[in-house]
């Protein structure tokens, strides 16, 4: 086989907040491909960066006080450990606020000049008077120009797909401050992308390029019209690379962000000795980056032209994947499902997040659903069941008795596992992960069948059977082996463990031909421990509480010149009046108790309703009638931790007997939202 020379990249995360589970996604399933590129003997190279700049970046920094190169230096070092801690392997993780990135744009701009490219014009703009800023697309909202769907961004509607300026918004409004923005008129670049459009074209239409999908989206929403001339400026103030010779207009950050992938892989090469040419203008190395749905129209439009412009070479291929839902649902800060990476690794082991998106992925843009139970179960049953299973049936015999110099008959399920080989290999190539997982399980299946037949346990109890107890241990160890060799990739840390225990490195995929003879085996510990649902649950509730806290405090300040100011709206309380004043006496009657929703279901005949069933300690239960049905899924209530009225007269309705109130506040029907006491708090504590 070949050698290929390949180098990889992700999208850069945005260097205003940390890692979450939706990030991972990309992430981990680049990380699975580069680790098997590399088990294959190809000559891969995996970079990163932050993606530092831009109105965001600013306004964090003045926020919290510090410069905007402090603020993406802690930044960065928050997600590499986070990557680290979820064995993503970078072999270069930089920043597009560097001295290498900063010299590649000047060139490739003055490339761009030179071949008149770039046009320069007047624009309106939105500008935020209560902040003295231009506003940048992420920082507007509004109605879609085509469609119409509300709660848009300044740039793409993620309903239809329509790309336009913020100014084309119906009904714009600052997400800094809350205000309707200003149109001021501002000098702004442009580059003029249809001068590009057979380069474009031709390399979309190349085979393999992108999938056909995203290929057929290209197509029919933007190569079917004139290409529009794409801005590349914003004006001052603004974080970034001011514009040589143009004082007070900066890169906007989609001209310098995608060039921050060659940026680090120079400060790579400058690290390692080599060229950046033979990686970035070689026909013969690959170049593949990995990315959401989301930004498709950048790195399949304008890149391709920017690349071409600079006579650098366009990327071999664009993988692109969907979005995480999580039980079927958008990520909800709401729910406690927009979950950060660092909370994860709280709770759960990284290996198990990293299995699951593997059984999801494959080479498509479908969105992938984290469904809580289904996550537990098949992390049990895969990983635990059946692959830990078989090596801990069969380690502690492996310890006695080495394994066998000459391999035993198997009847052929050490060569089959063998045949797969390639199978495997090309579902992994081709991104076709889960596939790859299922080919996988499959084998251990085998094994398990093997060892339930074989029964080593009951081997080991008859001194006359050690040859035969040595020959199944040879067998199964040899099986799990091969599993192991086809897991490495995705669980790491396996590889080390297994690596351990049969005494050798399992970082070669052609390992998984020959068997392991004639070997002591070490002690074994335990591998994988079972996955509690408890877990999840206790980390999803500890997000739900943490993201309640951030938007109560965000609700309260914003930024602005440094100074902190209070944005509550009066809204709520002119819609309802305070009550008439009462006495402590007053209040000392009513008794507010923390509750736990044991069971929570939907009243068919009620439209507003919702029976709870809620506890205050031991065997203590009131049922409660609440008209929360339009805010909450029943399901979602379940073990939560509420405030009742827990002394108000029992009330008979036609459903049964309500005894007590749930306390929530907002206007209702959809704008219900449940009071929950702090974490401590625990059922039948009184509310003082």
């Not at 709660?151 to 997400?175: F, M, R, W």
């Not at 790579?268 to 980056?289: K, T």
Request: aromatic letters at 10%; charged letters at 20%.
């Amino acid at each position: 086989m070949p050698q290929r020379q390949i180098l990889v990249t992700s999208a850069l995360p945005y260097a205003n907040g940390p890692i979450h589970l939706g990030h991972l996604v990309e992430y981990i399933q680049t990380d699975i491909w580069v680790r098997f590129q590399k088990m294959r003997g190809h000559r891969t190279v995996y970079v990163c960066a932050d993606d530092t700049h831009g109105t965001a970046i600013m306004l964090s920094a003045r926020k919290h006080g510090i410069s905007e190169e402090q603020w993406i230096g802690q930044m960065s070092q928050q997600h590499q450990q986070d990557f680290a801690d979820f064995h993503i392997q970078f072999d270069q993780y930089g920043s597009t606020h560097s001295s290498e990135n900063r010299e590649l744009c000047q060139q490739i701009w003055a490339q761009a000049l030179a071949k008149k490219l770039i046009d320069s014009r007047d624009v309106q703009q939105l500008y935020d008077p209560e902040q003295s800023t231009f506003l940048s697309d992420r920082f507007v909202k509004g109605k879609c120009p085509k469609c119409g769907a509300p709660d848009q961004a300044g740039d793409n509607c993620d309903k239809c797909g329509h790309t336009y300026s913020a100014i084309e918004l119906i009904d714009p409004v600052s997400t800094i401050s809350g205000s309707q923005p200003e149109i001021r008129s501002a000098p702004h670049f442009f580059f003029q992308l249809e001068k590009c459009r057979e380069v474009v074209e031709d390399w979309i239409a190349r085979p393999g390029t992108l999938q056909s999908e995203t290929a057929n989206y290209l197509r029919g929403h933007f190569l079917s019209d004139r290409l529009r001339d794409w801005d590349l400026s914003r004006t001052a103030p603004y974080f970034g690379f001011e514009i040589p010779n143009q004082p007070g207009h900066y890169w906007y950050v989609w001209f310098d962000a995608p060039v921050g992938y060659i940026a680090t892989t120079w400060q790579w090469c400058q690290s390692q000795g080599e060229n950046l040419n033979d990686w970035w203008r070689n026909p013969a190395a690959e170049i593949h980056h990995f990315i959401g749905k989301d930004i498709v129209y950048f790195h399949t439009l304008f890149w391709p032209a920017i690349l071409h412009t600079a006579e650098y070479a366009l990327p071999t291929r664009v993988h692109v994947h969907g979005f995480l839902t999580v039980n079927g649902r958008k990520m909800s800060k709401r729910d406690g499902t927009f979950i950060r990476g660092r909370k994860y690794l709280e709770h759960v082991q990284p290996a198990y997040l990293r299995y699951y998106y593997a059984t999801k992925l494959g080479d498509n843009q479908d969105d992938l659903d984290l469904n809580i139970a289904e996550f537990v179960e098949k992390v049990n049953s895969d990983l635990v069941n059946k692959v830990v299973n078989l090596v801990s049936r069969c380690a502690k015999f492996g310890t006695q008795t080495g394994l066998s110099a000459r391999y035993p008959d198997d009847e052929g399920r050490f060569a089959y596992a063998a045949a797969q080989s390639e199978v495997i290999a090309a579902a992994y190539d081709a991104g076709e992960l889960s596939k790859a997982m299922r080919l996988i399980m499959e084998l251990a299946d085998r094994a398990n069948q093997f060892v339930d037949q074989a029964q080593p346990w009951k081997l080991a109890k008859v001194p006359e059977q050690v040859d035969r107890l040595r020959d199944v241990v040879t067998i199964t160890l040899n099986l799990y082996r091969q599993i192991a060799i086809y897991l490495a990739p995705v669980l790491p840390t396996l590889q080390q463990q297994s690596a351990q225990l049969l005494g050798e490195p399992l970082n070669d995929w052609r390992l998984a031909q020959q068997p392991l003879l004639n070997q002591s085996i070490g002690t074994y510990a335990h591998f994988m421990q079972r996955l509690d649902i408890k877990d999840v649950e206790k980390m999803i509730e500890e997000t739900k509480q943490e993201n309640a806290a951030a938007a109560a405090a965000d609700s309260a300040t914003t930024t602005g010149g440094g100074a902190t100011t209070n944005v509550d709206s009066d809204a709520a309380v002119l819609a309802e009046p305070l009550a008439a004043e009462c006495t402590i006496e007053d209040f000392g009657k009513v008794d507010l108790r923390v509750a736990r929703i044991l069971s929570a279901e939907e009243v068919p005949e009620a439209r507003k309703l919702l029976k709870l069933v809620v506890s205050l300690g031991g065997d203590q239960t009131r049922q409660v009638f609440a008209g929360i049905k339009a805010a909450y899924n029943p399901a979602d209530l379940v073990g939560r931790l509420v405030v009742i009225v827990a002394n108000l007269k029992p009330r008979q309705m036609k459903f049964g007997l309500s005894e007590g109130m749930v306390c929530a506040a907002g206007s209702g029907g959809a704008e219900v939202f449940l009071l929950s006491p702090d974490s401590g708090a625990v059922p039948g504590q009184r509310v003082h």
